[in-house]
């Protein structure tokens, strides 16, 4: 059995919560200003500094103020979406090596969200709202995708995959994880970062509105840890000047996005912010032993949990890489898959299905009727 480094619960350790506004559709500029943020907040002797939603090089508002955002085959948004493509991150570029060497300058752990694009292989032709761990030295030690993009996001980002959910050692033994906006509305993602021993957790949003406030509240208090919930700045001029807007944002100095950054205990109460309006750094000094006390009362991995009573399947592809595993989940199992759920992984998957039921079918008509033992949950279709 794995066993994780032991954490002094009576230290403490600085976090830092970076509220910014990014250069949109300008990956070097962004990534430039992420490099003097970052700094600034190790200056504050922050060990842990994190990024909101696609940070490099911005999110996406553009789907939601921009009517002609879904225009079938429309030049414009085309033109928009090719500038945010050639502007995104990949994975062995440049840009995530200067951040694995900046971490390693500092001596922090980063934690920032990115539109990752894909050179060649499977995937080449799409965009993925990804979420990027990065050790005090400098290792990428964890990649997650959003599994679900969120409504209009669908027409520019694809589904993620299971490989990146799981909480990684970031630094003294103190575990990190993280979910991407509306993936904290999905329970069982939820219950599998929370299975994976998170101390602190990223929670990566654009906005942090009331509705985000209390989700974040929620899943710190559900997990009993740390929650850092990061937002954005943008206003109306950020908006690709292509594409008209919404009357709600004509003026440039709209907010599109209004931060609300904050820094929640594992009780679910506020230790920093929320914050809006304004690009700012938020620190907060963690008592780790909090999260010993809170435990007592609640922990639905363990004491709270009842896994004879529900399974928790999930599946992930092979890594394919040297990114460290969590250890093994008892009431989860694992599928190989190619790294995501392709047409082709899909078709194999209803195959399968398919000759088990055919297996079984036949079973059945081999049974003499009276033999045949009656299910206990019978359903219409018989399955």
């Not at 700045?233 to 709209?254: F, G, W």
Request: net charge negative; hydrophobic share 40%; glycine share 8%.
């Amino acid at each position: 059995m794995e066993r994780f480094p032991i954490v002094d619960k009576g230290k403490s350790l600085r976090v830092a919560v970076v509220q910014a506004r990014p250069v949109c559709f300008d990956l070097a500029a962004t990534l430039e200003k992420t490099i003097s943020l970052a700094r600034q907040a190790a200056q504050s002797g922050a060990k842990l500094v994190c990024f909101g939603e696609a940070w490099l090089p911005g999110y996406p508002a553009w789907l939601d103020y921009c009517p002609e955002a879904a225009l079938w085959d429309h030049a414009p948004v085309k033109e928009v979406f090719a500038a945010l493509r050639d502007n995104s991150v990949t994975i062995d570029g440049d840009e995530v090596a200067a951040l694995q060497q900046l971490a390693a300058d500092l001596q922090i752990a980063l934690v920032i969200g990115v539109n990752e694009r894909v050179d060649f292989g499977p995937g080449n032709g799409t965009l993925y709202n990804s979420l990027l761990t990065i050790g005090d030295g400098g290792e990428l030690l964890n990649h997650h995708r959003k599994l679900v993009p969120t409504y209009t996001e669908r027409m520019v980002w694809g589904p993620g995959d299971a490989r990146g959910l799981q909480a990684v050692e970031v630094i003294g033994g103190v575990r990190a994880g993280g979910l991407i906006c509306w993936e904290h509305w999905m329970p069982l993602s939820r219950q599998v970062l929370h299975d994976s021993g998170e101390h602190i957790h990223v929670a990566a949003w654009p906005t942090v509105h009331e509705m985000v406030q209390i989700a974040s509240r929620h899943y710190a208090f559900e997990g009993r840890c740390f929650v850092l919930a990061v937002g954005l700045i943008m206003r109306a001029e950020d908006l690709p000047r292509q594409l008209s807007r919404t009357d709600a944002v004509k003026d440039d100095n709209a907010f599109v996005e209004r931060g609300g950054s904050a820094i929640i205990g594992p009780d679910g109460e506020y230790l920093a912010g929320p914050v809006c309006d304004c690009e700012t750094i938020l620190t907060a000094d963690l008592d780790l032993g909090a999260i010993d006390r809170e435990k007592m009362t609640l922990d639905v991995t363990g004491h709270y949990a009842r896994p004879d009573v529900f399974d928790l399947q999930v599946r992930r592809p092979d890594s394919g890489t040297d990114l460290p595993r969590t250890r093994a989940i008892t009431h989860c199992s694992a599928l190989s898959v190619s790294g995501y759920w392709s047409h082709e992984d899909l078709f194999r998957f209803y195959c399968r299905r398919q000759s088990v039921r055919h297996r079984n079918s036949a079973a059945r008509r081999s049974t003499p009727r009276r033999g045949r033992p009656r299910s206990a949950h019978p359903t219409p279709s018989g399955r």
